[in-house]
């Protein structure tokens, strides 16, 4: 674990504008639900810097609201070599983000987890990768949302448990 405070959570995906940014907005939403905020600094990056200063993609936009999110403030960015160091816990969308990040920083790979690992129901069922709905259409998107939001209720139980083991 890092020494500083808040603790630090991270999404990362490819772009940084479709299922990261869902994730950053979902779990500051839940945190913030929960009393939370500021104990956990949430931010996300994608690995590629194809549209880094971006706004999130506008199907992500359209589920995040319809949803009750506003992701309106998110703008893409991409994550360097220090970023595993600098957060207690980097979140995967998908197993060649895992490998990419772990890769980068073999000495704390243990920071570095699936996303869904957090989602019970996606452990039972051996579905830990959150498919990337860029290529699809708004059901892809709605299916995306509800595999995070699942994935960040069951992180905000992390949280809670982490911060009452002291």
């Not at 479709?18 to 104990?39: F, H, K, N, T, W």
């Not at 998908?94 to 129901?121: C, G, M, N, T």
């Not at 259409?137 to 905000?156: I, K, P, S, T």
């Not at 992390?158 to 083991?165: I, K, M, P, T, Y």
Request: hydrophobic share 40%.
């Amino acid at each position: 674990m890092t020494t500083h405070s808040p603790y630090r959570i991270s999404f990362v995906c490819t772009g940084n504008i479709c299922r990261s940014p869902m994730g950053a907005v979902i779990l500051r939403r839940l945190l913030e639900d929960e009393g939370l905020q500021g104990q956990v600094e949430v931010d996300s990056a994608g690995t590629g810097d194809w549209h880094v200063g971006n706004e999130a993609d506008e199907r992500t936009l359209r589920a995040l609201t319809q949803h009750g999110y506003d992701g309106a403030t998110h703008r893409a960015q991409q994550l360097d070599q220090a970023w595993v160091a600098d957060h207690d816990l980097v979140l995967a969308a998908d197993r060649s983000h895992l490998e990419q990040l772990r890769d980068s920083a073999p000495d704390l790979a243990e920071r570095v987890r699936l996303l869904r690992e957090f989602d019970p129901e996606a452990v039972a069922a051996g579905q830990l990768e959150v498919d990337d709905p860029y290529f699809g259409d708004a059901a892809g998107f709605d299916r995306c949302l509800a595999e995070v939001e699942r994935a960040c209720r069951g992180l905000v139980e992390h949280v809670r448990e982490r911060f009452a083991a002291g």
